[in-house]
Every structure is written in structure tokens, then in C-alpha cells.
């Protein structure tokens, strides 16, 4: 579920994050640009992870030993 969360919150961030710089590019609509691929792609994955780690560390509270 925290994976699935972390996909749903970088495509959001990722593109108001585009919106923002001005950067467009549509996969099926545009003609292959591997820059932008990979600037698309990238953005995305490293949101993505950053997503997923953040809900890690803000994940519930576990008490190491304990009773």
C-alpha cells in the first residue's frame, strides 16, 4: 500500500513540478526526445523513492524491545 501511495504522490508532484518549470513532454504525442525522457522518467523515480522513504520514516511508531 505505502508503494502504491508513493507512485500516486510523485506522478501528482512530478507534474506540478513540470507545470511550475514549464516542461512538457507526452510520451505518445511528442516526437522522441531522449532528453526529455529521460528528464521525465528520472524526476519521476526519484520522487517516487523520496515518497516511499518518507512514508517509511513516517510509518507507526514501534518501540524497539519493550514489553
Known sequence: MRF??????AYVFSKVV??????????IGDPFNAG???ID???FIVLCFGF????????????KGGA
Do not use: D
Not at 4 to 9: E, H, M, P, R, T
Not at 18 to 27: E, I, N, P, S, T
Open 4 to 9: 502504491f501511495l508513493a507512485l500516486v504522490l
Open 18 to 27: 513540470f507545470a511550475l518549470a514549464g516542461f512538457q513532454y507526452r510520451l
Open 36 to 38: 526529455k525522457l529521460a
Open 41 to 43: 522518467f528520472g524526476v
Open 52 to 63: 516511499n522513504w518518507l512514508l517509511g520514516r513516517l510509518g507507526p511508531f514501534r518501540p
